[in-house]
């Protein structure tokens, strides 16, 4: 039987924008290679395909008749390390990886509830809660080795900053850059060795068909940009998610710092340590949005910062 797999649109569109001539090389091979995959792995489509920035997810039913997921994306500094965190974290407090092949960006996963994602939990801290259990659990998986480390991300990211202030059209903007970078000299020399997830936020957290039926708990991590270093690097997607539940408390340094507690007690983070690595993470995204042209810090970044840096 031959499966035509048709490439969003808007997956097409932003591997065009982030890898350029690599990444619309890579979608007129994605059909393709799905196609591949399928035969090989004697995969059965299983319903309407779903993507990100950088894959594409295909329902699938095994040989067997058990359901999963093909996920396929393009091989880049990001996503190659994925399989080997999965790996390392061997389904406890993530998704299960069922087969894989690295040279392709290939992986067949345990299929979890798409439409439950902790963005629907109403309960702004239980969210947290979760969000921090789950960082906690995931970092207690030793590092496989060859991975990249946050000691040689950090220091990029102190090269770069000169070049971003002089682009930054506001002088305060250009002011919370140089803090968030000196805060980032401050804790440099010890970059950590946990196996960080990089990108843990609510749409990155999804419920299994059977919650809690393997002992497992009621939630599970996907997607993940793994990275060895400081379990302080990982609170910030925490923080500004869910922004409108942040806005809606009227004071938004307030509840900023709510989360960042909650998180930092959760996982036994010195508060000093994890509020210099999370605005290295402010300062990373000041970075990137400087590289696409941005002249001034994102709002909603700014107030992060200041939050932290006035508690």
């Known amino acids: 039987m031959t499966v035509r797999i048709e490439v969003p649109r808007a997956l097409a569109a932003s591997q065009s924008r982030y890898e350029g001539a690599a990444g619309r090389a890579w979608v007129a091979a994605l059909p393709g290679l799905v196609a591949g995959y399928l035969g090989r792995w004697e995969l059965r489509p299983d319903g309407p395909p779903m993507h990100g920035a950088c894959a594409l997810v295909l329902p699938v039913v095994r040989a067997d008749g058990t359901p999963a ?45 798409p439409a439950r994602s902790l963005s629907a939990v109403p309960d702004d801290t239980a969210a947290v809660e979760v969000l921090a259990g789950l960082l906690a659990r995931l970092g ?29 059209g506001a002088p305060e903007d250009a002011r919370l850059v140089r803090d968030c970078a000196a805060a980032v000299r401050e804790v440099a020399g010890e970059p950590g060795d946990r ?12 419920a299994p068909p059977a919650p809690d039926a393997d002992g497992r708990g009621p939630w599970l991590a996907i997607d993940p940009k793994p990275l060895v270093g400081d379990p302080g690097f990982e ?15 009227g004071d938004v340094p307030r509840a900023v710092r709510r989360r960042f507690d909650v998180m930092t007690e959760a996982l036994g983070l010195d508060r000093e340590r994890a509020r210099a690595w999370t605005l290295g993470r402010v300062l990373q995204n000041a970075l990137w949005d400087a590289a696409g042209g941005a002249r001034a810090v994102h709002p909603v970044w700014a107030a992060i910062a200041r939050a932290l840096r006035n508690s």
């Open 195 to 206: 196996l960080l997830h990089w990108d843990l936020h609510y749409d990155n957290v999804l």
């Open 140 to 168: 207690e998986a030793p590092a496989p080795p060859g991975l990249r480390h946050l000691a040689d991300i950090a220091a990029a990211m102190l090269d770069r900053v000169p070049g971003a202030v002089a682009a930054l």
């Open 69 to 113: 997921v093909l996920k396929v994306q393009l091989v880049t500094e990001e996503t190659v390390d994925e399989p080997a965190a999965l790996r390392a974290w061997g389904g406890l407090g993530a998704v299960r990886l069922l087969r894989d092949e690295p040279a392709g960006g290939a992986m067949l996963l345990e299929r979890l509830d």
């Open 235 to 249: 609170l910030f997607p925490a923080l500004h998610n869910r922004w409108d539940d942040i806005t809606a408390t």
